[in-house]
């Protein structure tokens, strides 16, 4: 069963920038794809970036160009690189890992804690 621990949320001005980490319990690059989620309050959670064993990444329209998804394999992490940071992004962030390559919460089977991000 993966442990996934998300941090590195906070609060940032419109424009600013924060970068979001999920510490897994064991090494899941090779088997699983991680995903970021994001669910602000009344809304439903919605699937911000995914990254593939192999590499590959998917990003929703709202963040492109914006955020980057990427893994440590050594350090069994997943970051989010967020910039440009915009007061829409405000929200609980969600890694999550799966064995579906898709930015659809509900085909991943793991899921961490969360980790607010607010942009004023």
């Known amino acids: 069963h993966v442990q996934l621990v998300e941090s590195g949320g906070g609060s940032v001005q419109a424009g600013g920038s924060l970068r979001l980490s999920c510490a897994a319990s064991?090494?899941?690059?090779?088997?699983?794809?991680m995903g970021w989620f994001r669910q602000a309050p009344g809304k439903e959670r919605e699937g911000v970036a995914a990254?593939?064993?192999?590499?590959?990444?998917i990003y929703a329209d709202s963040v492109k160009g914006r955020f980057t998804i990427s893994q440590d394999n050594a350090k069994n992490t997943l970051y989010l690189q967020m910039n440009s940071l915009k007061p829409e992004d405000t929200a609980m962030y969600y890694c999550?890992?799966?064995?579906?390559?898709?930015?659809?919460?509900?085909?991943?089977?793991?899921w961490g804690q969360g980790t607010q991000v607010t942009v004023s």
């Open positions: 990254i593939h064993a192999d590499g590959r990444t």
């Open positions: 064991y090494y899941t690059s090779s088997r699983y794809c």
């Open positions: 999550a890992g799966g064995r579906i390559f898709s930015l659809q919460s509900g085909v991943y089977d793991y």
